[in-house]
């Protein structure tokens, strides 16, 4: 089974058991196994790997996560404003409700990440790779897009 195949049907069996009130999985799906402390003594020896992280802090503001592996982090309502994420791979990562604001997503890997109630304000998104697989609620206002266009907005990603 390939990356994409086994991330797609983990957020259906996510998404699945959380329609049915299945909340003991759920939580135990977004339990942190990471403190920020290690988190931060990973990236300065260096580290780049972080797929499936998850924080127990939501407060990384203005960290240096460029070019890192963030496949699947859990990254709920985390602070990144600020944060340099360039060139990072974020695909499939929940980063719902978290504060983007500043933040510098230039060439990142989007692909199916959740941004659900994202604050994106004054975020660089330009050439990130794919899309943002769920972006209900998402706050764009002065937010450079992959195109490079600069969406003024302000605006609320409805749907």
Known sequence: MDEDTKRAEERSELNRRFHTGDTEFSNKFFTPNTSTEE??????????????????????????????????AKLLSVNLSGANLEGANLSYAFLDGANLSGANLECANVAEASILGANLENANLRGTIGSFGHAHGAFYHNTIMPSGRIFVGPDWVEG
Not at 43 to 70: Q, R, T, V, Y
């Open 39 to 72: 988190l931060l003594k990973r990236i300065a020896a260096g580290e780049k790997e972080f797929a499936d992280i998850c924080l127990d802090d939501p407060n990384l503001s203005g960290i240096n996560l460029a070019g890192a592996n963030l496949t699947g």
